[in-house]
């Protein structure tokens, strides 16, 4: 019923109406599940801006707030929001911050919220528009050792497009 619903606003990019949808759910007795936060949080992604994910931080605190565990998906949309915030150095900070819950989750056993390829890659772009160097290094590192991530085409050029934007082409080579 209403994931269903969630999900076709979210895919429009109405953000404001999957809200509605979450306050009518409360209005009849139904709790938001993870899943109902994850497609409000998408739809603001789609949106994309600082206020559209300053809106999509909130819902993910009101999740945790209400004793749900973000899955991958979950934070997979707020890295997208963060990514498409436009502003870099918050972006950067957010991140970190939602890398840095992952790996905590991920070090107690929890699988749900191990950090995958769309993670990492997202968080490369961040990283890379940046300049976060060793932020991007770090991660590079425990993607396949740490949380066996398997880096593709995409992960290898987001990283070389880094090195050579801060001048720093000749560790390309070490990537390999």
Known sequence: GYNLYLSAMQ?????????????RMRRHSVSPDVTSYCQCILAWARVGGTS???RAQHLFQELKDNELI????????????????GVSTVALRNVR??????DALHQTGDTR???????????????????????????????????????????Y????????????????????
Do not use: H
Request: aromatic share 8%; glycine share 2%; net charge negative.
């Open 11 to 23: 895919r429009k990019g109405l953000a404001e109406r999957t809200e509605t949808v979450l306050d």
């Open 52 to 54: 559209s994910a300053e």
């Open 113 to 155: 919220s191990t950090p995958n390829l769309t993670t990492i890659n997202t968080a490369f772009t961040v990283f890379a528009r940046n300049e976060a160097v060793t932020f991007a290094e770090e991660l590079f590192k425990k993607a396949e050792i740490v949380y066996g991530v398997e880096l593709d085409t995409l992960s």
């Open 70 to 85: 973000p899955d991958v998906y979950t934070y997979n949309a707020m890295l997208n929001c963060w990514n498409r915030s």
């Open 157 to 176: 050029n987001l990283m070389i497009k880094m090195y050579s934007d801060v001048g720093a082409a000749e560790k390309n080579i070490q990537l390999l």
């Open 97 to 102: 911050q939602l890398l840095d819950e992952m």
